[in-house]
């Protein structure tokens, strides 16, 4: 089942349901912010904007056409995509399945204004699968960025453990300097890292759960939890927040900025499989 919900200040979304999973997906930004199959599986802050013109502090934020605050742009950090509303395009329910596409029609800005056509799809079932694809329909080519920013819920930031990123080269936007992970990651403290030429298979090792991440057409991996110190800065994060999610985002970003010549599409792809260790 697929339902238009409506929060109390007119906020939109649509709450979809069948035998294995349900989901919660905003208009506004085509913005993931709930996926439960026994349990949630998104992290999504307890003091949260749900309202125009602000993005979900947690779920899927989609950054779309830039990752970041890049030099070369000046959008707004991580684009305008997040903040815009998308309307749905495509339905198909299946009992233990259901695949949703939206649309952003709005996809010009001052500062990138270029015509194009942006879908996002949602396969909503055993596992989560989300595909976004950007259509050049311009003469001329252009030059995006992107990320499927997640927010993923762990169960003590300080007790999880990510592999796949071993040996890979990665840039510290802490400290502006490029270095290169030597073993699993664990995190003790603010981490805000690009990896490069990442590999496809991305896995979070919890104590009640292993999440596997699977990229396409992606060679960049974000990793990012703002810890205590920033935390402190932000109105949609509460003090504790910070303990409960790691964001990993499957991303192109950098050297592996995407051009797309006229006609011709990209797809970013995830598959995400969470599976509950009992
Ligand atoms: C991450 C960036 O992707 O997103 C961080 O690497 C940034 O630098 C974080 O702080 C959150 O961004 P925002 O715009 O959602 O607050």
């Given at each position: 089942m697929v339902e238009v919900k409506r929060l109390p200040n007119g906020f939109e979304y649509l709450e979809v349901t069948n035998n294995i999973a349900s989901a919660k997906i905003a208009l506004q930004g085509a913005h993931i912010f709930s996926y439960k199959t026994d349990l949630e599986n998104l992290w999504v802050s307890s003091i949260a904007n749900y309202e125009d013109g602000k993005a979900i502090r947690g779920g899927i934020p989609i950054c779309w056409?830039?990752?970041?605050?890049?030099?070369?742009?000046?959008?707004?950090q991580h684009g305008f995509a997040r903040n815009r509303m998308w309307e749905l395009v495509n339905s198909k329910e299946e009992d233990d399945m259901t695949i949703l596409t939206l649309r952003?029609?709005?996809?010009?800005d001052e500062h990138f204004d270029y015509k194009c056509e942006l879908n996002v799809t949602f396969n909503i079932g055993n596992e989560l699968e989300i595909e976004l694809t950007t259509k050049n329909l311009d003469s001329r080519a252009f030059k995006i960025t992107q990320a499927l920013h997640t927010y993923f819920a762990v169960s003590n930031i300080s007790e999880i453990s990510i592999t796949g990123l071993e040996n890979k080269p990665y840039f510290?936007?802490?400290?502006a300097a490029h270095k290169i992970q030597k073993s699993a990651l664990t995190i003790d403290a603010e981490v805000d890292r690009i990896y490069q030429n990442t590999d496809n298979t991305i896995t979070i090792h919890d104590s009640n759960k292993t999440t596997s991440i699977t990229n396409l057409n992606s060679k960049s991996v974000i990793v990012w939890n703002p810890w205590i110190d920033k935390s402190l800065n932000?109105?949609?994060?509460?003090?504790?927040?910070?303990?409960?999610f790691i964001c990993i985002e499957s991303a192109n970003a950098l050297d592996d900025f995407v051009l797309l010549q006229s006609a011709k599409s990209h797809s970013l792809k995830i598959k995400i499989d969470f599976i509950n260790i009992v």
């Open positions: 056409p830039v990752f970041g605050k890049p030099v070369y742009s000046q959008l707004n952003l029609r709005d996809t010009r510290d936007q802490r400290d932000m109105d949609d994060l509460n003090n504790e927040g910070y303990k409960n």
